[in-house]
C-alpha cells in the first residue's frame, strides 16, 4: 500500500453500510452484517399500487424489516454509500442481464422539500439515483419533479377532503422541465410503502411525455411476489 493510500484510509476510514464497523477497503458490508442480511430480489410488476398502471416494473433488493432496514435506516442519518452500493450491485447486474439498461433512458428520483433536505444535507433517493446512473451510464433528470415544504402538517389538515388535496398536492413539476417524450425512465427511491409517492412522481414524468416509468427502490415494505 502507498503513503498516500495509507494515509487516506486513516483519515477516512471504510465502514460497514449497515453498522459502520471499520472493514478493508475493498469490502462494502462486515462479515457479521453478510450473515444477518436477508435479501429478496424482485423484479417484475408492481402489486395493488395506486393510479391507472403508473409504473411498468417494479425492482427491489428485499424487504424492509430485520437487518436490511437497519441498513437503510442508516440511510437517513448519513450518505452511506455502502449501503446503496451493496443493495443495488446484484439488481443493477439483473438490470444489465435482462437488458433492461437499453430500454431506460433517464434516471430521475423521488425529490424531497428544499427546507427538509438543506436540514439533512443530502436525498438519499437523489444518491441512489446517482449511483445507478454511474453504474448504467444514464444521464439523470433533473429539475423535473419538485415537492412542497411540508406547510400543514398532516393532524391540523382536520377533513379527509383537506388530507386528500394535501397529499395530491406535494410533488408538482418545475416550471420549464423539458420535454421527455418517449421516454422511458427509471424513478428511484430508498423504500417503497403503499406506492403513491411513486405513482405521483410518475404521473408528473408522464405529463412531460414518458412513455414508461420503472421503479428502482432499496426495499419494499411488502412483498409484490
Ligand atoms: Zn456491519
Known sequence: ??????????????????????????????????????????????????????????????????????GVLRLKDSPAANVIKYLS???????????????????????????????????????????IAGELSKPILYDAICKRGRLLSQHKLKSYRQRQLHAGSSYYLKRGAKRIDGCTVLLCDDVIT?????????????????KRIFAFTLLSSRNHR
Open 89 to 131: 450491485i446484484t439488481l443493477i447486474d439483473k438490470i444489465k442481464e435482462k437488458g433492461l439498461d437499453g430500454k431506460i433512458d433517464y434516471i430521475a428520483f423521488v425529490p424531497m422539500s428544499r427546507g427538509r433536505e438543506s436540514k439533512r444535507g443530502f436525498n438519499q433517493a437523489e444518491l441512489i439515483a446517482k449511483h
Open 1 to 70: 500500500m502507498g503513503i498516500m493510500s495509507l494515509i487516506l484510509e486513516i483519515i477516512y476510514p471504510n465502514k460497514c453500510g449497515f453498522c459502520g464497523a471499520g472493514i478493508s477497503k475493498d469490502k462494502l458490508i462486515c462479515h457479521e452484517c453478510a450473515g444477518k442480511l436477508r435479501l429478496d430480489y424482485y423484479i417484475g410488476k408492481p402489486k395493488d399500487i395506486p393510479g391507472e398502471k403508473p409504473i411498468e416494473l417494479l425492482m427491489y433488493a428485499g424487504i424492509y424489516s430485520g437487518h436490511a432496514r437497519r
Open 194 to 210: 403503499s406506492g403513491s409517492t411513486l405513482a405521483s412522481c410518475s404521473e408528473l414524468l408522464k405529463e412531460l411525455g414518458a
